[in-house]
């Protein structure tokens, strides 16, 4: 009779059972450290100037792509003709952009606000009431730049988009579709309420313009040449009694940035030369001159290691970890999740085949050959690991930068750690998750 399968049969065990007790205390110290790096890294660039001051500690070569896309470098005993091996991350997360012209006073209310574009895939309800902090650069008309970051100290002030109250939203918000009910329009910030004295109209707009001038500076036209970006205020904070998971704004997919960053570093003479690669505008499509469809910056760093490279032989045998997270299975939605395929936070770091969505569309479908030897390799170090995927079939789907990188010649396949409320301003992971995430990058960068 064949053995009865339970539900949860392909999954070994929990990765809590896997670690010993000095393991768990070091998991601890190593998820302390991941933490300080979420609030240090709000943003794109910031995480990139944070990966510098990691390469510039450690002593590690580091290309960088203008300012939000670098690559860190360990030179291995083979030729680089034998092929590289490459752990491929992004920095960029969902977040509220300014538009080019974004303030502007509402008459009706009496407050300051800026118009916003949100970047990449919100459920928008999430980011109503909760306070924002205000992160990016603004270049004036003489071409100086001025760095952003208010919110974050205790003393700053914050920012927030407004929500109606519960006792007039019947008609406009509670009787409607979620996804119709808050308009993209509507995700404006209040930015201010004091009027100036002697002006006929937009008090509060001058009085911002003002305060702005004074303290940086800056005209109105210079936020046409700015990047803002309204990210959650709030810091990464452990969640449960047990201190077992991370509640933080940004973990897709900084979490996967910050364990093949510290994989690098300490890297010290691999037998095949490795690669970190940070890129950018992974959550809008991947699109432009940072993000992973721009293959020059590779192409670039293989020429400068070895001008004589032949650099399509040299991707033909490469091998890409695309580290980017997985969906978690989540209590009280589990009907959308096809449960014997899909990641649980606490199971070790996630591997998916394919991404994509309905008949594998739009997929990087790693070949069973490259499957055989990651499993073989995380078998063969022990590191916890599970199967993931994005949902059941033709519930949804999504992608990750692994079709680019299987489009140049390469070997790709996803490998991350699971998130639960992912691209929301508090996305959750497991330590263990995390550290597994960690150790699977290292183990394939030193092999
Ligand atoms: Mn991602
Ligand atoms: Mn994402």
Redesign the pocket.
């Known amino acids: 009779m064949a053995k009865k399968i339970d539900k949860f049969s392909y999954k070994k065990k929990s990765a809590w059972d896997v670690f010993n007790k000095v393991q768990i205390k070091k998991i601890f110290t190593f998820t302390d450290e991941y933490k300080s790096f979420l609030n240090n890294a709000k943003t794109e660039r910031e995480a990139i100037k944070e990966i510098k001051k990691y390469a510039n500690k450690f002593n590690k070569k580091i290309y960088l792509n203008k300012n939000s896309c670098a690559a860190i470098i360990v030179k291995g005993e083979k030729s680089i003709s034998e092929g590289l091996r490459i752990v491929i991350s992004h920095v960029d997360s969902p977040r509220l952009d300014l538009k080019q012209v974004p303030l502007f006073e509402d008459s009706d209310s009496n407050i300051a606000l800026f118009e916003t574009h949100y970047y990449?895939g919100i459920k928008k309800f999430q980011w109503l009431t909760i306070p924002l902090s205000l992160h990016g650069i603004i270049i004036k008309k003489d071409g100086s730049k001025i760095h952003f970051s208010i919110g974050e100290n205790e003393k700053d002030p914050v920012f927030q988009v407004p929500d109606i109250l519960p006792h007039l939203s019947h008609e406009i918000q509670d009787t409607k579709k979620m996804n119709e009910a808050i308009k993209g329009e509507s995700l404006d910030i209040i930015i201010g309420s004091i009027p100036v004295k002697d002006a006929e109209k937009d008090k509060i707009k001058k009085a911002i313009l003002k305060k702005l001038n004074d303290d940086y500076g800056i005209i109105e036209e210079d936020f046409i040449s700015a990047e803002l970006e309204a990210v959650p205020a709030f810091k990464a904070r452990d969640i449960g009694f047990d201190n077992s998971l991370i509640g933080s704004y940004g973990q897709?997919?900084r979490s996967s940035v910050f364990c093949s960053l510290k994989s690098i570093i300490e890297l010290k003479k691999p037998k095949y030369t490795a690669i970190s690669l940070f890129v950018d505008k992974e959550?809008i499509g991947s699109e432009g001159t940072t993000s992973a469809q721009s293959a020059s910056f590779l192409r670039s760093i293989i020429k400068d290691i070895d001008p004589k490279a032949d650099i399509d032989s040299v991707m033909l045998k490469s091998k890409v970890i695309s580290a980017d997270v997985d969906a978690a299975i989540t209590p009280n939605y589990t009907e959308v999740f096809e449960l014997k395929n899909s990641a649980s936070l606490g199971y070790g770091v996630t591997m998916s085949k394919f991404t994509g969505h309905g008949g594998k569309y739009s997929a990087n479908d790693a070949s069973a050959e490259y499957v055989s030897e990651i499993r073989t390799l995380l078998n063969k170090m022990k590191i916890p690991w599970q199967t993931g995927e994005l949902g059941k079939v033709d519930k949804g789907g999504g992608g990750t930068v692994a079709k680019y990188y299987s489009r140049l010649g390469m070997e790709v396949i996803d490998l991350g750690p699971p998130v639960m409320s992912?691209?929301s301003p508090f996305e959750v992971t497991s330590k263990v998750d995390i550290y597994s995430a960690y150790l699977a990058y290292k183990s394939f960068q030193e092999n």
Do not use: A, N
Request: hydrophobic residues 15%.
């Open positions: 990449g897709d997919d959550e992912m691209h």
